[in-house]
């Protein structure tokens, strides 16, 4: 008899809640909706190209005051009564992250499940605790120590490493899966900046690591707890199966490598992240405790590592495929080496760039721009609203809900890059001269490197790094894509590319230029 009414009761809940959604999710700026299910048919239907299907939904919806922005219906999913709210809109965008920097946090979901791996780091908290961390790390951001020191693991890793693979692959004429070395290369440099270890992941017979292979594990079963309700992840944690049994193991090999890592720096503190932070104080005064010192320290792995490889995958594809603008940045590279070097081609290559000659890179830095402008390496981004609020558009955000903003499908809006918004061309970021590179002047436009307090630390970092191994390959071999490879999108909240990117090297013949080369 109980059972009977509990079931109609919640039935009864069940469908006023569902007639309800519908009745709203009718009239939502945004994908078609059905009663019951909202917009998950399309969404599962897309679900192998959500960013575009972002972007499209993006473009399509409504009057021209409220489109860039639109409303998503799953029902039960998302959080706060089942709609997602996803802007693209330039104004908007600058609202969340400077205007009302503090209406919109990380916020708790995000933070809590991304406790065990990054703890209170600098990625994964708010408010005071984040603060303080800034404000260290952007003090030790600016030191030109911090570049040099990044200027030197980039150079090691090239000379000793990526060149004698690629030297081999192009010998052989064997396909290489360039962005598992860049993967392994970027690894390697931010765990020298970092913690001062060098891994050592990207040896010629390719080792299986450890630590890097528990520190992806780790992450990977972390982003699987944001794809489904919160109680399911808790119920696998106290169980202790599935991804929360990975991700236990896989942080207890994270752990005891980075306790190692502080013990030797402790007895050797060099010019690394974490021997200037163990020199830092907390807002009471006292030094930073070891847990923290290795959650910070992870903080900065997790940041810097996989967002630079995949912007150089990305890059690599498109210069591949857009011969004119490959030649541009050889004929740049040629132009700026041969002042350094000499006119002697072997000079060129035999070192990777120095701190000086980067600096000189102008259409280079613009082509790794416009490489984020289309595949930016974080493609979507979330906040937590904390109070009601109204975007600049006129969209109405509850307090408690989770706004998403499309970085993704900023750069694929005709209104905000021109009719040509779709087609790589570095030569939108130089100035009309063409001899410095511009960051468009007005308003939130490129966000790949977030803007407001919260910008990426690692900026300048990532395009030194960037150009250096730019630079390292293509002065040395032309690239192509294997034949049949299939370059495609990964859906998780880095762009990756689903199955690597398979080429062959052939080495590449350098010429000195000429006068009349260079005005051509
Ligand atoms: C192409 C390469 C890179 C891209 C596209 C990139 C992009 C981003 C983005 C989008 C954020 C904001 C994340 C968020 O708050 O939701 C961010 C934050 C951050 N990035 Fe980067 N990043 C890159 C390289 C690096 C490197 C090499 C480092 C370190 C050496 C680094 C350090 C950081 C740090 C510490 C933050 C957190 C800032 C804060 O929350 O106050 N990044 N980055
Ligand atoms: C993807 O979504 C759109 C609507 O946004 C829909 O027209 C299309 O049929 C969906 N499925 C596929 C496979 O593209
Ligand atoms: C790279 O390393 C080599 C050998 O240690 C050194 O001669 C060269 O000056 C270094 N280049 C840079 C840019 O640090």
């Not at 913690?195 to 079963?221: H, Q, R, V």
């Not at 609020?389 to 706004?403: C, E, F, H, N, Q």
Request: aromatic share 12%.
């Amino acid at each position: 008899m109980e059972s009977v009414l509990v079931f109609y009761t919640l039935t009864a809940a069940i469908s006023a809640y569902l007639l309800w959604f519908w009745l709203l999710a009718r009239n939502l700026n945004g994908p078609k909706t059905w009663p019951l299910v909202g917009s998950l048919p399309y969404l599962f239907m897309n679900r192998s190209r959500i960013h575009d299907w972002i972007a499209k939904n993006l473009h399509s919806t409504g009057a021209a005051a409220t489109y860039q922005t639109c409303t998503i219906a799953i029902p039960f999913f998302a959080r706060k009564a089942g709609f997602y709210t996803v802007t693209c809109h330039p104004k908007n965008i600058e609202h969340i992250l400077r205007t009302r920097f503090d209406n919109y946090p990380k916020g708790p979901t995000w933070q809590v499940a991304f406790h065990d791996l990054l703890g209170q780091g600098i990625f994964n908290s708010d408010g005071e605790t984040w603060l303080i961390q800034r404000k260290t790390a952007a003090l030790e951001f600016t030191t030109r120590t911090l570049r040099q020191a990044m200027a030197r693991w980039v150079n090691r890793t090239i000379r000793t490493r990526l060149w004698v693979i690629l030297e081999k692959a192009a010998k052989q004429q064997t396909a290489v899966d360039l962005q598992d070395l860049l993967l392994r290369l970027t690894f390697d440099n931010i765990c020298g900046l970092t913690f001062g270890k060098d891994p050592e992941t990207l040896s010629p017979d390719l080792p299986e690591n450890l630590f890097a292979i528990a520190f992806d594990s780790a992450t990977e079963a972390t982003l699987q707890r944001l794809l489904y309700p919160g109680f399911l992840w808790r119920l696998k944690k106290i169980f202790d199966v599935g991804a929360e049994n990975r991700l236990r193991k896989s942080l207890q090999v994270v752990e005891n490598y980075m306790t190692e890592a502080l013990e030797a720096r402790k007895e050797a503190p060099s010019d690394d992240l974490l021997s200037r932070f163990m020199k830092k104080r907390d807002s009471d005064g006292n030094l930073f405790q070891n847990s923290v010192l290795k959650r910070i320290a992870l903080n900065f792995v997790l940041a810097g590592r996989d967002t630079s490889s995949v912007a150089l995958s990305w890059f690599f594809w498109l210069v591949m495929n857009t011969p004119r603008v490959e030649e541009t940045i050889i004929c740049e590279l040629s132009t700026v080496l041969q002042e350094t070097r000499g006119k002697d081609t072997r000079k060129w290559i035999e070192e990777p760039l120095t701190f000086d000659e980067a600096d000189k890179l102008i259409y280079l830095k613009a082509a790794f721009a416009e490489t984020l402008r289309l595949y930016p390496s974080v493609p979507e981004d979330f906040k937590y609203v904390v109070s009601d609020d109204v975007l600049p558009d006129g969209t109405y955000l509850p307090a408690g809900s989770t706004v998403t903003y499309s970085i993704y499908s900023m750069g694929r809006m005709k209104n905000i890059w021109g009719e040509d918004c779709l087609e790589f061309k570095p030569e939108r970021w130089l100035s009309d001269g063409g001899d410095r590179f511009e960051s468009p002047k007005d308003g939130y436009k490129f966000m790949a490197f977030n803007g407001g307090p919260r910008t990426c630390l690692g900026k300048d970092l990532a395009y030194l790094q960037m150009k250096s191994v730019a630079s390292a390959v293509l002065l040395r071999y032309r690239l192509s894509l294997v034949p049949g490879h299939r370059v495609e999108q990964k859906m998780s909240l880095t762009l990756f590319m689903k199955n690597g990117l398979r080429v062959y090297l052939s080495p590449r013949e350098l010429v000195a230029p000429t006068k009349a080369s260079m005005s051509a």
